[in-house]
């Protein structure tokens, strides 16, 4: 299966896709530190988004969030990639800035948490190649 | 999005690794909000300078920005620091956050961005004229330059300020283009509107309202003068309530006259501001230990009036006046500085009670700011007492 996105910033990269249909607050939603989501009552909560391709509709909360992806990847913890439905500013200046492949505009019903993902941001595609 | 061809050679990386950054940044925005191009602006304002809410990671971004060439294009200033940066030491701040926050400043500095600290540029030196493009981070001040002044801004973010300020321009979407300021709910105010507690009130009333039917730009009737205040409170509070990036107030705002009036419509009434005051208050006047003037930072005409009320009286506690630096040497000039000091408040130039690192510091804090009660909440978890400015000041002081 293939899907076409648009691009919010480029690069390629295969992984592992960890899926919610909640927004994400990074800061204060995402420990900088250990990659855990520490928002209380979100469906990723205590998991760690660290090294995964990373599925969610859109970002939330404060713009300091950018920072907090950059923390991320300074720190080895951040998404491989980032997929949303609708990207905003908070996430699109946070890939930015910490260079992570981000697509938006992807039709997220059939991803599924554990599949494997060929992302090409730059064509804005993303492939299913397992799972 | 059409770029120009000296916008092609930034993204290309032509003046540098930073100002691509910065030009990456922009065109991602402009392709999310469909922009269809890119605007120069004048002037930037840029917020997320307390190392408070940055923390290391974004320290190094900015350095990196400084060693990447960044260099601001156009007058560029910035949001309040954590900490008074000349006088931290007698604010109780630690000496390890002190150095960091000052390596926050000396980034900006090596940008060439004007290190104000203040969330009030307009009465700093950075004052945009009407219709002209901006890129404002700091919502209060994005809502007066917008409203106030008629000039162009969308609600920036820390780095999205940045990137116009290195580059001298914003995509073209939003605040930007004339039908986004048409006002979408006419909002009739039926009751005598006075002081910034009452405007700011006003403001919690109205962001309410707009937050629960989705309308974003409202346009006021009812009210017959506003003074810079007045204004700078409402714009706070508007912006902190509602995500109010713009308003219009009949025979007062400069667009006003231009705009349609909307159909949809609410009033607000003496109620409807009782109901937003009692919402923010939820401090008994002797559980306060902490008094904090100036948010939005404090006009030379507020510095004044304090010095009226405090001179030859003693405060009872921590009490807290927050402004920009200039007005701060123009109150040291007149002798307001050394009235209020004498009473045992404590001016803290620079910085706000909102960024300050004053996190569970305080258990009830007073003010007239409705903003400010927002924040003391949410962020530092305090309680809080919201009275009108001289109520405020007669309450702090010893029998």
């Known amino acids: 299966m293939k899907l076409q996105g648009r691009k919010i910033h480029p690069g390629q990269i295969q992984g592992e896709a960890l899926v919610t249909a909640q927004g994400i607050s990074f800061f204060g939603g995402v420990d900088p530190e250990s990659g855990l989501v520490v928002e209380r009552g979100h469906e990723l909560e205590g998991q760690s988004i660290a090294g995964k391709v990373l599925v969610f509709p859109t970002g939330k909360g404060s713009t300091v969030g950018s920072y907090t992806l950059y923390r991320l990847k300074a720190n080895g913890k951040a998404p491989l990639a980032i997929i949303n439905a609708e990207c905003e500013t908070i996430t699109a200046v946070g890939c930015i800035i910490a260079e992570i492949p981000c697509l938006d505009q992807v039709p997220l019903g059939q991803l599924r948490t554990g599949q494997i993902l060929i992302i090409n941001a730059e064509e804005g595609t993303l492939e299913v190649i397992e799972g | ?399």
């Open chain 2, 1 to 399: 999005m059409e770029l120009t061809q000296e916008e092609r050679e930034i993204l290309d990386g032509v003046q540098g690794r930073s100002a691509r950054k910065a030009m990456e940044i922009l065109v991602a925005l402009g392709t999310i909000y469909g922009a269809q191009g890119m605007l120069p602006v004048s002037s930037a304002q840029i917020a997320g300078v307390s190392y408070d809410n940055l923390g290391e990671a974004g320290l190094a971004f900015l350095d990196e920005m400084a060693a990447g060439g960044g260099r601001a294009q156009v007058l560029a200033t910035l949001n309040p620091a954590g900490m008074d940066v000349e006088n931290w030491q007698a604010l109780g701040i630690s000496p390890e956050f002190a150095a960091q926050q000052q390596r926050v400043i000396a980034a900006f500095a090596r940008m060439d961005i004007i290190t104000t600290c203040t969330c009030t540029p307009y009465l700093a030196g950075n004052l945009p004229h009407f219709g002209e493009h901006i890129a404002w981070a700091e919502s209060s001040a994005v809502c007066f330059a917008n409203s106030v002044l008629g000039a162009r801004s969308n609600r920036e973010g820390g780095p999205s300020a940045l990137a116009a300020a290195l580059t001298g321009r914003t995509p073209a979407y939003g605040y930007h283009l004339d039908e986004t300021r048409q006002p979408d709910l006419l909002v009739e105010v039926r009751t005598r509107m006075e002081g910034t507690h009452a405007f700011g009130a006003l403001g919690k009333a109205i962001g309410d309202r707009l937050q629960a039917s989705g309308k974003k730009v409202p346009y006021l009737r009812g009210i017959e003068q506003a003074s810079l205040e007045e204004l700078k409170a409402l714009c706070a509070s508007l912006a902190t309530y509602g995500g109010t990036a713009l308003f219009h107030m009949q025979g007062i705002t400069p667009e006003a006259g231009q705009v349609r009036q909307p159909t949809d419509a609410i009033s607000i009434r003496q109620a409807d501001l009782k109901q937003a005051i009692e919402s923010l208050n939820d401090a008994d006047p002797d559980e306060v230990d902490f008094v904090s003037l100036g948010c939005p930072h404090l006009s030379l005409r507020e510095v004044r009036r304090l010095a009226e009320l405090l001179q030859g009286r003693q405060v009872r506690g921590e009490f807290w006046i927050t402004t920009a630096r200039p007005i701060k040497q123009m109150a040291d000039r007149m002798g307001y500085t050394q009235v209020i000091e004498a009473s045992g408040a404590r001016f803290a130039a620079d910085t706000c009670c909102v960024v300050a690192p004053i996190k569970g510091r305080f258990h009830a804090m007073a003010t007239d700011s409705a903003k400010a009660c927002y924040y003391a909440a949410s962020k530092n978890r305090f309680k809080t007492l919201f009275k009108p400015f001289d109520e405020i000041v007669l309450g702090a002081l010893k029998p």
